[in-house]
């Protein structure tokens, strides 16, 4: 109780503090506010994570009373289209998870021929990449890492090094499309870039990173894969795991996999027809993932509420809507370009040490933070940057690859990261100690990071 | 009528330190699903349960993993099994634990049943001591028999 209290007069102090500088270095009285505000409602995030929607409420709340942002630009700012977006896929990845398509990912690993320790590690890296990439990184990890439980079980060796190695894999690919990370669709949504985009500059990118990541890991946990290759030698094939599950009936998998191949399909080519119909950017990225749940909301009717009550998660969309407002009201106020003027001032025309500033920033705040979070107060600043005459196609993939391969940096860096930790701890009783994960996840994040940085410094391919 | 005039009043009762196996042939012996766990000083403090076993030994992101189907047992599970003698009843009990008061009407305990799941539920007195156990059974029973 101490400690909460403690806490809370910590995070009124410094919010108050952040508005009093402010202030000081020249900000008006509703600019100053709203950086109150937002800072506590990101210290709130913090120091009290279970009680975020909480801060969240109450901050917008304030905002509103004050006057510092009016109802309509809470609409405005709230990004409904991210959030339409969000539970249109969240529905669609319901019936996936319903029909058995994760768990025929899981047994596609658990059937792998010849399983030698680097090709498992090679396989748990790609499918958590390539999952990542194409659902979600929160959605990807549980299915993951219940494949590796299942095989390392097997092999009577330790799973904590090739559940490490999943999950820094599972950071690394939600970078490579919009929809791996929900920080890509908040990107793409204001910055304009389109899925092609992504697919052209954010995943070869990640691609890169992920096979440089598996030959750092393989050296890394090179006793454990050893000790693995040495089991898997002693305890012969892996039949038993080759018909461990089954996945009934394929007639509705086969129709749940189609509706999520044409998802996927439009979404990827929204951009050619928006232009096709001259429809307002990001429309048809957003009409997809509607149509598509709705069509799978009438086929499996009797379970639709389920799906909208269960699979779509209301209390971290809800805490991302009002995140959304509040970083907006940062807009709203003149608070970013007021920062993104002092940030320039200090960089003055060198664009390549703004990338590396907002790159190196958004990986280290990543790592402690939220990534939606911490993304969703540079939008603003980077918008102000654009404001000012600077382009800011680089800053945008900067901020992208930040706020995903910083995830990897410490174990609370990503969701990804607590719910792996959080099963196999409730599984197998490892507690992984803040050390432990730090030192690879340092390594892997940094690695990745600097071939980031090389790649938007020195080659003109992200301006 | 009230649940204290129906309620199973003789309850066996486990102690959260004891052993889970014991604690399981105890279930099997008596062909129950389920005992109420106490601590040293009587306290009621879980619910050891063939529901909690199971949960206890199958893999817990189960049902986030949607549908497929076991062809074969794992080797984790047979694992758990094997070493469920390693365990006490505190490692394996339910710790929230619904109650209702000895003076409540059938109705209302066959509605919490119900919105709680409950297929059994221990009885307190006004002191939050354990008195006693009803079942679904019982309750269904009473009803039945009150208006017949």
Request: glycine letters at 6%; hydrophobic letters at 55%; aromatic letters at 10%.
């Amino acid at each position: 109780m101490i400690i909460r209290l403690l806490k809370l007069v910590l995070l009124f102090l410094i919010a108050v503090f952040l508005g009093n500088s402010a202030k000081g270095w020249g900000m008006t009285q509703h600019q100053a506010l709203s950086i109150t505000i937002f800072s506590a409602s990101i210290l709130g995030t913090l120091f009290f994570w279970d009680f975020r929607l909480s801060f969240a409420f109450i901050g917008t709340s304030v905002l509103l009373l004050t006057k510092t942002i009016d109802l309509e630009h809470v609409i405005e700012f709230s990004s409904l289209e991210v959030i339409l977006f969000l539970v249109g896929m969240m529905v669609i990845i319901g019936l996936l998870k319903q029909e058995g398509f994760f768990a025929w990912i899981v047994q596609l690993i658990l059937r792998i021929r010849n399983l030698t320790a680097k090709k498992f590690v090679l396989v748990i890296s790609l499918v958590s990449a390539a999952l990542s990439a194409m659902t979600s990184e929160v959605v990807s990890i549980i299915f993951i890492v219940a494949a590796v439980l299942e095989i390392c079980d097997y092999f009577e060796v330790k799973p904590l090094p090739f559940v490490i190695i999943a999950v820094l894999a599972t950071n690394i690919g939600s970078a490579a499309t919009v929809l791996g990370n929900p920080i890509g669709i908040l990107i793409a949504s204001k910055s304009g870039l389109t899925f092609e985009d992504f697919i052209l500059k954010a995943f070869p990118l990640a691609f890169v990173c992920l096979i440089a990541a598996i030959f750092l890991v393989l050296f890394w946990y090179r006793k454990a894969i050893i000790q693995l290759d040495k089991n898997i030698k002693e305890l012969g094939a892996n039949e038993m795991l080759i018909k461990l599950i089954s996945v009934p009936p394929e007639r509705n998998l086969r129709i749940g996999l189609a509706i999520f191949t044409v998802t996927l399909f439009f979404i990827a080519l929204h951009h050619r027809f928006e232009l096709l119909y001259g429809l307002p950017a990001n429309t048809v990225l957003l009409v997809v993932p509607l149509i598509s749940s709705g069509c799978v909301m009438i086929w499996k009717w009797d379970k639709a509420r389920d799906y909208i009550e269960r699979d779509v998660e209301w209390w971290t969309l809800l805490f991302f809507l009002l995140l959304f407002v509040q970083a907006g009201t940062l807009k709203y106020t003149g608070s970013t370009v007021f920062i993104a003027e002092r940030i320039i001032g200090l960089v003055g025309q060198n664009f390549n040490l703004l990338t590396t500033v907002i790159l190196f920033i958004s990986a280290i705040g990543s790592s402690l933070l939220d990534n939606v979070v911490l993304v969703a107060a540079f939008i603003p600043v980077i918008q102000g940057f654009g404001t000012l005459g600077i382009d800011p196609r680089q800053l945008w993939w900067a901020i992208l690859f930040g706020g995903c391969f910083g995830g990897n940096i410490t174990l609370v860096g990503s969701t990804a990261n607590i719910i792996a930790l959080g099963i196999i701890e409730k599984e197998k009783d490892i507690k992984v100690t803040f050390l432990t994960w730090f030192w690879i996840g340092l390594s892997v994040g940094a690695l990745t990071t600097g071939i980031v940085w090389l790649a938007l410094v020195f080659t003109p391919f992200y301006r | 009528m009230k649940v204290k005039e129906i309620m199973t009043k003789k309850i066996t009762s486990l102690n959260f330190e004891d052993n889970a196996v014991t604690a399981l042939e105890l279930l099997l012996k008596l062909k129950i699903s389920g005992l109420p766990v106490i601590n040293d000083t009587g306290k009621l403090v879980g619910m050891f349960t063939e529901k909690e076993i199971l949960a206890k030994i199958l893999p817990k992101y189960l049902e986030n993993v949607g549908g497929f189907v076991y062809d074969e047992n794992p080797k984790a599970v047979k694992q758990k099994i094997l070493s469920f003698g390693d365990l006490k009843v505190k490692d394996v009990m339910r710790k929230e634990v619904i109650t209702i008061d000895e003076d409540s009407a059938l109705c209302e305990v066959a509605h919490t049943m119900l919105v709680q799941k409950a297929r059994r539920i221990p009885i307190i007195d006004k002191a939050k001591n354990i008195v006693g156990i009803v079942s679904r059974g019982d309750i269904v029973k009473a009803l039945f028999n009150e208006y017949k």
